[in-house]
């Protein structure tokens, strides 16, 4: 099969990319390395069935253009702004590199007859539900940060194309995903500070925000189940485990993998129960849609976040 | 009160303009005369608390000068694509007209601090719902046409302002509106038709499509009335009646009307339930919310259709 991934040198993508090479598959890779990093993608571009393309996928001529020349079996769209509180400070980032990106793609996709489409959305897009865990069927959906907004765009241009134009979907709301490459969140950024300084640790809200997190295997894992047993037009799933992990945790945790004794690092919280204004500090999602369908994740959110804190600090320490 | 109009000559614009002069108000308008038309405009233009802008929104800078220049208590965001199947030969008319309009109007309001923002939504971001009549909390939230896609990310871009940034807002989602100055629609379409050839009327489906129709003045009535009545951050209502009209009746209602007996007219169905691909053909939405709140509209659907298709066909024998 030929399969063009998004966002190629991100977190998602690096960890995809190998599986889908060891399938076989013949991959075709997109990314502007606004967030990838080269040093993730570097393993694969000696791969003979890997072939990287770097721009910025806003350029529709040029992504029409490769995808009628590729012309693939199906596109894994997993490029997306990962750092929401940036879309705070620059209030078109998510407009631009989530919501046009996402046009851009599904238009190269019509034009060139491209039918399937995999897209890793996000719990986000359910804003502060007052149904806890939120099942995928929650109304109203009122997102709180740019963000959020974007992937609801997505979502209705994803099912708009589907209804239209006969892409069929596959859209995924993920829960907090961890592992390694990582290019943000929690993990990547307390490992990285406490490198830089091991005796400090600014944490943003008071540390209470609690949220499931699933390692990329387990979230890869339900993607693809998902899209091998999913046949609607448009197929969504939240992808997320039952259990939650506090900011809290992940920060005793990360002492503990990096050999820190706690009362040697200072921690002091900006505050508040919120990371940031458009943050929802706490998610539960109802993962019982994606149970019934068949899967189950293999990880709980403790066991994958331990599992990234170890991996993310031995993938730093070789830095 | 200082009041920003976008589609300040579309159809809901000219008949809320009027009353916000008569309230005393001055009304700052802005229309690029794509679907908006002149005529409908030009008996405003002459008074003198109206202050007309031409311009295409999706230039930023120019709105944002306008809005930082005038500081308006309050934004009415009415200006969109409203002819739906549009959408669907042009995929990007949506997307720029509705969706990057909108964003543009939300971050002139942030930069100059205006702190209130009323939006002319649509059932449509329902998108083929299973229950009905709908309610405001319905989900999953699946449109099925880049108009509807548009409005809900529209909806999700202004919730996301009003939490980031304090904007009050209030989402009203439209059954469909009928009466004076119409640019488009069934009563728009059929009226035409007829007064150019009164022998042959193309229906587009099956006729049986039938929705909620609502006046013009109703819906201006409630929307005043939820603006000045509900208080939250984000305001989210559906505005529209409980019955349905189909348009089967509207074609004989437009006959009866235009003096035409039904005989004369050769009927040609393009066949189908819908009305175009895109279209929701049954739609029925829950105003149980606004009714709580208040307020009921005072025309049924079948007496707004009735007095719109009465009203329509007035104006256009004058042209």
Redesign the interface.
């Known amino acids: 099969m030929k399969i063009l991934v998004t966002g190629a040198a991100g977190f998602i993508a690096t960890n995809l990319i190998p599986r889908l090479l060891r399938n076989g598959d013949e991959v075709f890779g997109i990314d502007n390395f606004f967030l990838g990093k080269r040093e993730y993608l570097a393993p694969l571009l000696e791969h003979p069935q890997f072939h990287f393309h770097e721009f910025d996928l806003l350029d529709l001529d040029r992504l029409a253009a490769l995808i009628a020349e590729v012309k693939p079996d199906r596109v894994w769209h997993l490029c997306a702004n990962s750092d929401i509180s940036y879309g705070?400070k620059y209030?078109?980032f998510d407009?631009k590199g989530g919501?046009?990106v996402t046009?851009n793609v599904l238009?190269s996709m019509?034009r060139a007859e491209v039918k399937e489409i995999i897209f890793s959305s996000s719990g986000a897009v359910y804003?502060e539900p007052t149904v806890m865990p939120t099942p995928?069927?929650?109304?109203?959906?009122?997102?709180?940060?740019?963000y959020?907004?974007?992937k609801?765009?997505c979502?209705?241009?994803i099912?708009?194309y589907a209804?239209?134009y006969d892409i069929r979907s596959w859209i995924f709301r993920f829960g907090n995903i961890v592992g390694p490459n990582p290019t943000h969140g929690v993990i990547h950024d307390f490992v990285l500070r406490l490198k830089d300084d091991p005796t400090y640790l600014k944490i943003l809200g008071d540390g209470t925000q609690a949220k499931p997190y699933v390692h990329v295997e387990d979230c890869l894992d339900g993607m693809m189940f998902g899209h091998a047993t999913a046949r609607a037009m448009?197929n969504?799933y939240n992808l997320a485990v039952t259990d939650q992990t506090s900011v809290n945790e992940i920060k005793e945790w990360t002492f503990a993998a990096m050999g820190l004794d706690p009362k040697d690092v200072k921690v002091e919280y900006t505050g508040g129960s919120r990371g940031w204004?458009?943050d929802v500090a706490q998610v539960k999602l109802d993962t019982r849609k994606m149970t019934a369908l068949g899967w189950t994740p293999k990880m709980s959110s403790a066991e994958s976040t331990k599992r990234a804190i170890r991996e993310t600090v031995e993938q730093f320490a070789r830095r």
């Not at 995928?136 to 740019?146: C, N, Q, R, T, V």
């Open positions: 705070t209030t078109d407009l919501t046009l046009y238009e019509r804003g995928e069927d929650y109304g109203p959906m009122l997102p709180i940060s740019l959020a907004a974007s609801l765009a979502e209705g241009l099912t708009a209804h239209n448009v969504y204004r458009g």
